[in-house]
């Protein structure tokens, strides 16, 4: 029930194209969606994130899709540039007794091609 | 601005051998949080300590020992090492809450 789906595993998507990634949860107690980037050889960083109070969030090029009914929400890259090239994880949050815990995706590698 | 500094950046070692990884944040954050992070799995979430004084077991906490030492320092100890803990570790820390997640530049360790 703690477990974050992501898909696709990898994505190629040439300079210009929109770059789509899909996570499914199951634990309705999340609350707080965060995306993050992760450059090779560094940590991952926050690009973006939404509560389950909103559909979409919307910061630049970067969308968060969110569906609450479906559990399901995604990240939409649009013209995408070879400086995206990265891995993308999304994570879930939720507050335990412990504190905050969060979830995180397997995470994909996404290629833009100049 | 240093936020979540590890050291060390990259260590070898041999099976059965000890350390400690060490990690310092600077922006006073009750949260702090270890994952190792492998091909294909994601981060999974090692220990974690909501508030300075308490540390609490995560996904994977077998083989792994950790301690708050104060509100800015959080390290992981790994007593007898194993190929198997050959990973990348990364800290991280937050206020507490829903919110974001500040992560170190990550230790990788390779066990011989």
């Known amino acids: 029930q703690q477990q974050v789906k992501q898909s696709p595993q990898s994505l190629i998507v040439q300079k210009g194209g929109i770059s789509i990634i899909n996570c499914a949860y199951e634990?309705?107690?999340?609350?707080?969606f965060p995306w993050y980037q992760q450059f090779p050889g560094k940590g991952p960083a926050l690009l973006i994130a939404?509560?389950?109070?909103?559909s979409e969030k919307k910061e630049g090029r970067f969308t968060i899709s969110f569906n609450k009914s479906a559990k399901q929400f995604s990240l939409h890259i649009m013209d995408s540039q070879p400086g995206d090239s990265a891995t993308y994880f999304c994570a879930a949050s939720s507050r335990d007794n412990y504190g905050q815990n969060f979830v995180f995706g397997p995470g994909t590698r996404l290629s833009v091609l100049p | 601005n240093a936020g979540v500094t590890q050291t060390p950046k990259f260590q070898v070692l041999k099976t059965g051998q000890s350390m400690t990884l060490q990690c310092a944040q600077d922006m006073n954050h009750n949260s702090m949080y270890w994952y190792r992070q492998d091909p294909g799995m994601g981060l999974r979430l090692i220990y974690y300590?909501?508030?300075?004084?308490?540390?609490d077991k995560g996904e994977v906490p077998n083989g792994y020992n950790v301690s708050r030492l104060n509100k800015r320092e959080f390290s992981l100890r790994l007593e007898s090492a194993a190929p198997s803990q050959t990973s990348v570790y990364f800290c991280?820390?937050?206020?507490?809450?829903?919110?974001?997640?500040?992560f170190g530049e990550g230790s990788r360790l390779t066990v011989l």
């Open positions: 991280a820390s937050t206020w507490g809450g829903p919110g974001e997640l500040f």
């Open positions: 300590s909501a508030s300075e004084g308490t540390t």
């Open positions: 939404i509560r389950p109070d909103v």
């Open positions: 634990n309705t107690a999340f609350d707080y």
